[in-house]
């Protein structure tokens, strides 16, 4: 089996897990697991070093990680099923100790600022880890985020590279209706950054687009991650409302079959 081919049944793999996480109790946030289930494809079986850093800042895209997770062998479906429920370590918004977690990122707009100090710690300890930052675009929203990225300049943290889940919606609506961020390439690039913007719904841009950030010297990059939310299920992609998706079992276990129908069509 070739590189994008496997890395495309770990995509599809990550999305099934994705719908039965939200299964287990009718909700969860769909749209984003499935919409960054190529991007976490590519850095948890193609990117990722063993020394290297992942800092989820938007702590309620968690489920994708927890798919991820799964898929790497971390985590039982047994387990990930109780998400989001009383009791269970598998919260919507994960806490800094959770296996595969290095913050508490339910706060939104401070995992950068963290992500630059992990950088720059291990850039003067001399080591060779990277750090990758995932953010959503409606984080470009706060002004931490910006001071981050300022600071991340001034320090020329070529180890840093920010992913931003530009999925254009958030809990309120759509980005561009709260407060628009676009065009966000542009603005990180004047920031400082060495940006571009991907189809991270497309495996081979994706893997792509890390190569070109790890060739970069004397600057943080960014990847402007553009995807679709509900990405692989039809009805989920075509929902108004894709952000936090409550739905009946019967709709959990279509969505499953829609989502092998659209493999099979790839």
Known sequence: MNGNAELRRRAHAIRRTVIEMCRGRGQGYAGQGLGLADLMAVLYFSELGEDDHFVLSTGHSSIAVFAALHERGDYELEELVTYGMDGSRIEESPLEGTPGFEITGGSLGQGLSQAVGLALGERLRGGGSRVYCLVSD???QEGQVWEACMAAAHHRLDNLVLLVDNN????DGAVAEILEVEPVPERLTAFGFA???IDANTLADVVDAFAWARGQRGRPTALVCDNIPGKGVPSFEERQRV?????????WAAALVELDETEVAW
Not at 168 to 171: F, G
């Open 195 to 197: 940006a571009r913007r």
């Open 138 to 140: 409606g984080e470009l």
């Open 243 to 251: 952000h936090y998706v409550r739905a009946p079992d019967q709709d």
């Open 168 to 171: 254009r919606m958030q809990a």
